[in-house]
């Protein structure tokens, strides 16, 4: 459980830095720019994916207590793969774009920044409450 959790920190916390980053970026400072695709590249993508196969593992050896069959643990999956198409998909690609000089693409970094934190927030209450359980 602590890899688990440990995993989830260290991959959520490039979102709550992206609006930080890029207000630096957008006021000229070009190291914001690389910091914020290399949080994305080497903590957000391999902490949020790690978070799920740990997860799994959790889910595994719960000696049949959680299965793949409760609503709330196959909505906290579809949200998890949501996220990393969204992050590999969308967010990476506009990063490097921003950081290359295409300021149209900060809406696209900042949007993909809040559907972070939302499906945060609805992946924690599905951990914590197990709704249906």
Avoid at 26 to 37: H, I, M, R
Avoid at 59 to 76: F, H, R
């Amino acid at each position: 459980m602590l890899l688990h959790i440990l995993a989830v920190v260290i991959g959520f916390a490039p979102a709550w830095l992206t609006p930080f980053l890029l207000r630096l970026a957008n006021n000229g400072d070009k190291n914001a720019a690389a910091s914020l695709e290399s949080s994305v590249l080497r903590l957000s993508l391999p902490g949020i994916g790690l978070a799920g196969v740990f997860g799994f593992g959790l889910a595994g050896m719960s000696d049949k207590t959680y299965k793949m069959s409760q609503a709330w643990l196959s909505i906290a999956v579809a949200l998890w793969l949501i996220l990393l198409v969204l992050i590999v998909v969308v967010e990476r690609p506009a990063i490097k774009a921003y950081a290359s000089g295409n300021t149209a693409a900060r809406g696209k970094v900042m949007a993909i920044a809040g559907v972070t934190h939302l499906i945060l927030v609805a992946m924690l209450y599905l951990m914590i409450f197990k709704p249906g359980l």
